[in-house]
Nanobody, 127 residues
């Protein structure tokens, strides 16, 4: 069993930055594929980024590449999402999710491949 808890969301202006945190318990984040997804009202849950277990390889959605950065602190069992240059279209509830280590190589952008989810944190970007 894995418990995930996101924090760090808020209301910011276009161009601002936020850092989201995802604290994991019950299983180490370093042994799991960890992903961030987001869901805007009336839209499907959308893949943002994932980080692999072990070597920490990363994969980003094109819409956030160059602006968002995922990282992991194994000592704190926490995954971070640094979001720079936020735009109104980034407004959504952001979810942290955990999956098997294999998921990074087969299905990392598919939310159905992730067994564990946090409760989500709201990010609102005003223009």
């Amino acid at each position: 069993q894995v418990q995930l808890a996101e924090s760090g969301g808020g209301l910011v202006q276009a161009g601002d930055s936020l850092r989201l945190s995802c604290a994991a318990s019950g299983r180490t984040a370093s042994s799991s594929t960890m992903g961030w997804f987001r869901q805007a009202p009336g839209k499907e849950r959308q893949f943002v980024v994932a980080i692999s277990a072990g070597d920490g390889s990363t994969a980003y959605a094109d819409s956030v590449k160059g602006r968002f950065t995922i990282s992991r602190d194994n000592a704190k069992n926490t995954v971070y999402l640094q979001m720079n240059g936020l735009q109104p279209e980034d407004t959504a509830v952001y979810y942290c999710a955990a999956a098997t280590s294999f998921t990074f190589y087969a299905g990392k952008s598919d939310p159905t491949r992730y067994a564990y989810w946090g409760q989500g944190t709201q990010v609102t970007v005003s223009s």
